[in-house]
C-alpha cells in the first residue's frame, strides 16, 4: 500500500483529509499546534496509531514556538500545548502515549538547551511516524499464520494504513495474509455512522487488488449463519489490562455474533494501544459525538429535526468473546491480564 496518510515535509506536516475520500484525495498542510488538534478532533486524521502520530508532531510545533529562555517556563507553557492536543480524542490512548513520549524526550534532553530539546521534539515526532509502520509490519507477520487458506475475513471500521503511519494494524494482517496468498475476500462493515468501512476500507483494499465485498453493519450475521466467513479481525483504539477492548461502536455487536457462529474473534493493535493502568473496559472513557453525525450523511438529513441521538463512536469488547490480541511483540491468548502485561515490560 503506497498511501501514508502523514507526511512530514519542508516543516509541515501533511495529511491526506479523510472525511473526503474515496472521492477526493485532498492533502492539507499544518504548520501549528492548533491546527493540528483541530485535524484530529474533525477527523481529517483518524484511527488511534495515526492520531498518536499527528499529536506528536502537534506537540513539535507547539514547543517550537514557545519563545521564553528558561526550561521550566517552557515547560509549563508546552504542558498547555499538550493539554490542548490530549483533550481532542478521549478513548484512543496512543494519542496520550506519544504525547508523554514527546514530555519524556523533552526533560531527558533539557540540559541541552531549548533549541536543541525543540530539534530533538521534532526528531522524536518523525521516529514516531517512522516506527509505526514498522511495528505494523511486525504485527502483520505475527498474526498472518492465525489466517486459514482461503479466509473469507470480516472486518469492521477501518484500521488499515489510514489509520496508522502505514501497512495498518488489522489490515497490516489481512494484507501480510494475502501475501502469503490466504485470503479470498475481505468483507468490510460499511461501519455507520461515520463510514469508515465504505469510506476507507473499502477504497484501500481495493486499491491493493485485494478482494473486498462492503456490507451494511447489520448483515454480518446473515453472511456468518450461511458459513461465509472465516473469522473476524479488528483494529483496537486502547485496550485495558483485562484485555477487554474498546474499539469503533459496532465492534461488540461483531464480537458477539462471531463467539454465536464459532467464529475466532482476532484484535490487531499496537504495545503502544495498551492501557495497563485501567483493570477492565468499564474504566474506559468513551468519546460521544455531534449528533449530526447520525442525522446526515454529508448534507443529505436523515432523520427529523429535533430527534433525540445518541452517537457513542466506541464500544467495549468483553476479552472472553476475543480469540487472541496481535502485537508487534507477538500474540497471546487466553490470560491476557498476565500476556498482556509480560509483552509490555518487554524490552
Not at 492465525?146 to 488499515?160: F, V
Not at 447489520?218 to 483485562?242: F, K, P, Q, T, W
Not at 485501567?278 to 429535533?306: C, F, M, N
Request: with cysteine; proline share 4%; hydrophobic share 45%.
Amino acid at each position: 500500500m503506497s498511501i501514508k496518510p502523514i507526511e512530514f515535509k519542508d516543516g509541515r506536516l501533511r495529511m491526506i483529509d479523510q472525511r473526503l475520500l474515496p472521492t477526493k484525495e485532498v492533502w492539507l498542510e499544518y504548520t501549528d499546534y492548533q491546527e493540528v488538534a483541530e485535524a484530529i478532533k474533525t477527523m481529517v486524521v483518524r484511527g488511534a496509531p495515526a492520531i498518536g502520530v499527528a499529536a506528536a508532531f502537534g506537540a513539535a510545533f507547539g514547543a517550537r514556538d514557545i519563545e521564553t529562555v528558561g526550561f521550566e517556563d517552557f515547560l509549563r507553557e508546552w504542558e498547555q500545548v499538550c493539554a490542548e492536543l490530549a483533550a481532542t480524542r478521549p478513548t484512543a490512548v496512543n494519542l496520550f502515549w506519544a504525547l508523554d513520549r514527546m514530555k519524556a524526550c523533552a526533560v531527558r534532553h533539557q540540559e541541552q538547551g531549548l533549541a536543541e530539546v525543540k530539534r530533538l521534539l521534532l526528531a522524536e515526532a518523525q521516529e514516531i511516524g517512522r516506527e509505526d509502520e514498522e511495528i505494523n509490519r511486525t504485527m502483520g507477520a505475527h498474526g498472518e499464520p492465525l489466517i486459514p487458506t482461503g479466509a473469507r475475513i470480516l472486518t469492521h471500521c477501518n484500521a488499515g494504513a489510514l489509520a496508522t503511519g502505514g501497512y495498518g494494524t488489522a489490515l497490516g494482517v489481512i494484507r501480510a495474509a494475502a501475501a502469503a496468498g490466504k485470503v479470498t475476500r475481505v468483507y468490510a462493515d460499511e461501519t455507520r455512522p461515520f463510514l469508515q468501512g465504505s469510506r476507507l476500507t473499502a477504497w484501500e483494499l481495493h486499491k491493493d487488488g485485494i478482494p473486498v465485498t462492503l456490507i451494511c453493519d447489520n448483515m454480518a450475521g446473515y453472511l456468518m449463519s450461511r458459513g461465509e466467513i472465516d473469522c473476524v479481525i479488528v483494529g483496537a483504539d486502547r485496550i485495558a489490562a483485562n484485555g477487554d477492548t474498546a474499539n469503533k461502536i459496532g465492534t461488540y455487536t461483531v464480537a458477539v455474533l462471531a463467539r454465536e457462529h464459532g467464529l475466532p474473534f482476532y484484535v490487531a493493535a499496537p504495545i503502544s494501544t495498551l492501557d495497563l493502568s485501567l483493570a477492565d473496559g468499564s474504566l474506559i472513557p468513551i468519546e460521544e459525538r455531534d449528533r449530526r453525525e447520525v442525522t446526515h450523511v454529508g448534507d443529505k438529513q436523515l432523520a427529523p429535526d429535533g430527534i433525540d441521538v445518541r452517537n457513542p463512536a466506541f464500544d467495549v469488547t468483553p476479552a472472553r468473546l476475543i480469540t487472541a490480541i496481535i502485537t508487534e511483540r507477538g500474540v497471546v491468548k487466553g490470560d491476557y491480564l498476565r500476556g498482556l502485561r509480560a509483552l509490555a515490560q518487554e524490552k
